[in-house]
């Protein structure tokens, strides 16, 4: 059964960093392009990182660029979301997906048809 769990949010303050993990299992996932989204209370799903099967390739949202990076373990089926200079604003659950199929990025949340559970960020000022 093809499955995702994230892992490493938490409660931090302003400008601490975060490294979030994305850990699959039940399929081949190096073969699929992975991304991350997070939602926060009210709002809709929102596209952060995007990258390809190989690794090779990378994509961000304008909002992260720069303060977030997104990296992959290919053998260890471990898609990773490092966070630094973190910003109230930045609160949200964090989802990690799969984009089954393809070894592009992809920036539409419809692109992905695996989803984790969402680890949650919580930012304080």
């Known amino acids: 059964q093809a499955q995702l769990l994230e892992s490493g949010g938490g409660l931090v303050r302003s400008r601490a960093s975060l490294n979030l993990s994305c850990r699959g299992s039940?399929?081949?996932?190096?073969?699929?392009?992975m991304g991350w989204f997070r939602q926060a209370p009210g709002r809709e799903r929102e596209f952060l990182a995007a990258i390809s099967s190989t690794g090779t390739m990378t994509t961000y949202a304008d909002s992260i660029e720069g303060r977030f990076t997104v990296s992959r373990d290919t053998g260890n089926n471990v898609v990773y979301l490092q966070m630094n200079d973190l910003k109230p604003e930045d609160t949200a659950v964090y989802y990690c997906a799969a984009r089954l199929g393809s070894t592009v990025v992809a920036t539409e949340g419809d692109e992905y048809a695996y989803w984790g559970q969402g680890t949650q960020v919580t930012v304080s000022s």
């Open positions: 039940g399929r081949t996932y190096s073969t699929y392009a």
